[in-house]
């Protein structure tokens, strides 16, 4: 079963415009099944989790080019840098859009390469799990979130209604096509499984991490402080590794597609902002899975209830973007004397305030920090408040309450 995904249009676009195209994001979120769906029937698949076919990349890459003529698509690209000067060749004697189409499950050592090589020749496009847009059939839909009245209505319009068991539900289980497209699928088999490959592959190769187990403690706490203000001296301790080390390890889940750091935002006016980033876990169904709550009812009852609805709004906002092929333009506020704005939107030199709640009712007292953003000397945008309420209603002139299921 293939679903539409918003990036399509994007990919399309690109494709023609550049001679490499460099699909990146986490394992299992649908890379090789999306580009296949859109591939030529000239365009050959090539696949470097082939023991053999990775053999004759790294050993020999001029005969690999001679044995697989382009147009190319090759999968997990990452595990053959040796490729990369050789594509490079390619492109530059036979310059032409859609050439090569590659795919990346990590950017940590890829994306330096990448863009050392390709400069000017490829264009970089991230993907995640699935939204919930796709999922509803509504793919053309999915747009780059502001929250101006004509585009929360709009977006309200045509969201449909979420019940809280219903989002809960959805965020327990998390956006993997795996999972998604299959209701039978354990969850809990299904992500111990992903963890160990994750570990076993990805990890080994990056980091060479001799201790397993240290690593998993280092991922189950930073899934419990999703949405929170990023302390890496507590993480590491948690972990009982040193502090560096949980730099670096934090390091590869970023670029490994499994974290986010949202940064704060910051002028030389206003230096008495908090410099330190909100660390948030990709996809809530890992991070459920992480903390182990064995259930969407435990989970929405539970002490993660707030932080975990946090993530996946953003996570639905970062959708918006990404899925467009539009960097997000995020930032979250937080002063000295705690006055704290879940999420900043720039855009055009505005300042577009957001807050993220669990609750039915948003009311005046949920903005009172909105006005702190005069401080930024930047002009302030219309605002609002995503929540529970199935409408979307004025808070004050310049704010709004914004269903949920209008992400």
């Not at 490729?83 to 090569?100: A, E, M």
Request: net charge neutral.
């Amino acid at each position: 079963m293939y679903i539409t995904r918003t990036l399509e249009s994007f990919i399309g676009s690109a494709a023609k415009q550049f001679p490499v195209l460099l699909l990146t994001g986490a394992r299992q979120v649908g890379k090789t099944t999306f580009l296949k769906h859109l591939i030529s029937e000239n365009m050959t698949y090539v696949t470097l989790d082939d023991p053999l076919v990775l053999r004759l990349a790294k050993e020999d890459p001029a005969l690999f080019f001679q044995k697989f003529i382009p147009p190319l698509l090759i999968d997990e690209i990452q595990y053959a840098p040796e490729l990369l000067p050789y594509i490079k060749i390619q492109v530059d004697t036979n310059r032409r859009p859609g050439l090569f189409w590659l795919t990346g499950s990590q950017q940590f050592h890829m994306m330096k390469g990448v863009s050392e090589t390709l400069a000017g020749r490829v264009a970089v496009v991230q993907i995640m799990g699935f939204s919930r847009r796709e999922l509803v059939g509504q793919s053309g839909e999915s747009r780059p979130f502001l929250p101006i009245p004509e585009n929360v209505r709009k977006h309200s319009n045509t969201g449909g209604k979420l019940t809280l068991r219903e989002l809960y539900s959805i965020i327990w289980r998390g956006s993997f096509p795996a999972i998604v497209l299959d209701e039978g699928m354990d969850r809990d088999l299904f992500y111990g499984s992903y963890v160990q490959t994750y570990l076993q592959r990805d990890i080994h190769e990056l980091a060479r991490v001799g201790d397993e187990l240290a690593f998993l403690r280092f991922l189950r706490a930073a899934a419990a402080r999703t949405g929170q203000l990023l302390n890496i001296t507590e993480l590491a301790r948690d972990a009982a590794i040193a502090v560096n080390t949980g730099k670096s390890w934090l390091s590869i889940l970023q670029a490994s597609g499994i974290a986010y750091l949202l940064e704060s935002y910051h002028t030389n006016v206003t230096k008495r902002l908090v410099k330190t980033p909100k660390l948030y876990i990709l996809d809530t169904g890992l991070c459920a899975y992480l903390t182990e709550w064995s259930s969407p009812e435990t989970l929405e009852a539970g002490a993660m209830s707030g932080a975990i609805l946090e993530t996946w709004m953003l996570t639905e906002l970062l959708k918006g973007y990404w899925h467009n092929g539009r960097r997000a333009p995020f930032y979250f506020y937080r002063d000295r004397d705690m006055k704290e704005i879940d999420l900043l939107i720039i855009q055009d030199g505005a300042v577009y305030p957001l807050e993220f709640k669990k609750t039915a009712s948003a009311g005046k007292g949920d903005v009172r920090h909105f006005h702190g953003l005069e401080k930024l000397k930047l002009p302030i945008g219309p605002g609002g408040v995503i929540c529970l309420t199935e409408q979307p209603l004025p808070l004050t002139p310049s704010t709004w309450s914004i269903p949920v299921a209008a992400l």
